[in-house]
């Protein structure tokens, strides 16, 4: 280009493009330039259970301090609780958090702790339910009996879309002495009826054992457990009364130098060795229970646990054991059972470790 004053070719060399506004704002259209911030479902551990359930706080600072997530759901707490289950990408929303259950182990998640008075009533269709029954007796409605329903279903279908489920799920009683016997393991002989007085004759030792033939626990209002704990009463003094009661497990009386509590965790094995004047001690006399931690069950006890745990596919369970003559005689599984009790008086934390253990190789297992 030419000078503009000499008319002579310009020596300077031409000035670059100037970048055009359409070229800057074309960026906002560019794929390239966009980063997906949205939340992501985060894998966890989740856990259903009661707010009094304490066994579940060291295990989940234990998974913390591994890195991994946990999330919690109390049956008492249901009120205020948000949930969302999308089963075809395996998610849940739960008060406002995306996640993805790698393991759900259910324990304590008992639908009658569930208060339905707590619940707002228009977000039942009245005229469904009938209008909405007063706090005081909301438990005896329709629309409480729907509440529990549905809050039971829905535990179930979070356990079914999680990578592993720990359920509470177990044999009654009888079967799990017949289970044992099949299996080899020695076994009392217990028999379940609404009219102890008549089975009396049924068994040789002086002494039986009157137990629920389901839980221990009962709760006719939400939040007040009633105990229905083992009783130990002499053959003679079994009552009859002029209409059947409610079915109950009648076991005859084994003669023992000790009892054991033994926890499967996982595989691992953790043995109690547990000392108590009756067997409502647990429960009714806590300060009168002698607990002495093993370093491992005797050889013929973790056999019989092990074989008992596969027989039931369980990944979890709180078996009772007594010694007699030297032989294990199986009583019976809890897959939900407690340990924190036989930890604290031994001021040791074994099941806790193991209980983290297995729900970390649970959740990696599923990822």
Same mark, same amino acid.
């Given at each position: 280009m030419p000078d503009r004053l000499t008319g002579e070719p310009s020596s300077r060399p031409p000035r670059p493009p100037r970048p055009s506004r359409s070229q800057f704002l074309a960026q906002l259209d560019d794929p390239a330039r966009t980063l997906d911030a949205r939340p992501r479902p985060a894998p966890c551990v989740l856990l259903l259970s009661r707010a009094c359930d304490t066994d579940l706080d060291p295990v989940r600072n234990l998974l913390a301090g591994a890195g991994i997530r946990t999330a919690r759901l109390n049956a008492e707490e249901l009120a205020a609780t948000s949930l969302t289950i999308a089963p075809e990408g395996g998610t849940v929303r739960l008060n406002g958090r995306e996640l993805i259950p790698t393991v759900t182990w259910i324990r304590h998640f008992a639908p009658t702790a569930l208060d339905p008075g707590a619940f707002d009533p228009t977000v039942l269709d009245p005229t469904?339910? =009938?209008?909405?029954?007063?706090?005081?007796?909301?438990?005896?409605?329709?629309? $409480?009996?729907?509440?529990?329903?549905?809050?039971?279903?829905?535990?179930?279908?979070?356990?079914?879309?999680? $990578?592993t489920a720990v359920r509470p799920?177990?044999?009654? &009683?009888?079967?799990?002495?017949?289970?044992?016997?099949?299996?080899?393991?020695?076994?009392?002989?217990?028999?379940?009826?609404?009219?102890?007085?008549?089975?009396?004759?049924?068994?040789?030792?002086?002494? &039986?054992?009157?137990?629920?033939? =389901?839980?221990?626990?009962?709760?006719?209002?939400?939040?007040?457990?009633? $105990?229905?704990?083992?009783?130990?009463?002499?053959?003679?003094?079994?009552? =009859?009364?002029p209409r059947p009661g409610p079915p109950v497990i009648v076991q005859e009386y084994v003669e023992h130098e000790a009892e054991l509590r033994v926890y499967f965790v996982g595989g691992q094995l953790h043995a109690f060795e547990v000392t108590k004047t009756g067997p409502a001690d647990p429960w009714t006399a806590p300060d009168r229970l002698g607990v002495r931690a093993l370093p491992s069950p005797p050889p013929s006890v973790a056999a019989a646990t092990r074989t008992l745990a596969a027989a039931m596919s369980l990944r979890y369970g709180a078996f009772d054991f007594l010694l007699s003559a030297g032989t294990p005689v199986f009583l019976e599984v809890n897959p939900d059972g407690d340990w924190r009790w036989a930890e604290r008086r031994t001021r040791t934390t074994p099941v806790t470790l193991a209980v983290a253990a297995m729900l970390a190789a649970l959740h990696r297992a599923a990822l």
């Open positions: 469904a339910l =009938g209008p909405a029954a007063p706090v005081a007796d909301a438990a005896g409605t329709p629309r $409480g009996a729907f509440l529990r329903d549905s809050w039971q279903a829905a535990a179930a279908q979070l356990a079914a879309i999680s $990578g799920d177990r044999p009654g &009683v009888l079967c799990q002495l017949d289970l044992a016997r099949r299996c080899g393991v020695a076994a009392p002989r217990a028999v379940l009826t609404t009219d102890p007085y008549l089975v009396r004759d049924e068994f040789d030792g002086p002494r &039986v054992v009157v137990k629920a033939a =389901g839980h221990h626990f009962v709760e006719p209002v939400p939040g007040r457990l009633h $105990g229905i704990f083992p009783t130990v009463l002499d053959r003679a003094d079994l009552a =009859g009364g």
